[in-house]
């Protein structure tokens, strides 16, 4: 069982930056993947940006050049770096990871976090 903790949500203007973090805790675990989806009001949730354990990243057209991934593995911890935000970034923001558990060889587990909020006003 692995938990995860989103933090770094907020209001900004239009043209600021924010960063979020997604710490995870447990034990017995190796994380694989990790990503950042968002769920605009209204909206299905979407892929904002992924990062593998090797450290190759992926984003979404929409963000590309303004956001930024990272990971900490000493940490277990994911960042998204967001930069030049626009209204239409406003979304909850969740934290989604991929983990194998060193009690089930060959098994790969998903979990989410809670959700964190970011507004951006224009």
């Known amino acids: 069982q692995v938990q995860l903790v989103e933090s770094g949500g907020g209001l900004v203007q239009a043209g600021g930056s924010l960063r979020l973090s997604c710490a995870v805790s447990?034990?017995?675990?190796?994380?694989?993947?990790m990503s950042w989806y968002r769920q605009p009001p209204g909206k299905q949730r979407e892929l904002v940006a992924a990062?593998?354990?090797?450290?190759?990243?992926d984003y979404a057209d929409s963000v590309k050049g303004r956001f930024t991934i990272s990971r900490d593995n000493a940490k277990n911890t994911v960042y998204l770096q967001m930069n030049k935000l626009k209204p239409e970034d406003t979304a909850v923001y969740y934290c989604?990871?991929?983990?194998?558990?060193?009690?089930?060889?060959?098994?790969?587990?998903?979990?989410w976090g809670q959700g964190t909020q970011v507004t951006v006003s224009s």
């Open positions: 447990g034990s017995r675990f190796s994380i694989n993947a």
């Open positions: 990062i593998t354990g090797g450290g190759n990243t």
């Open positions: 989604n990871i991929y983990y194998s558990n060193f009690l089930v060889p060959g098994a790969d587990f998903g979990s």
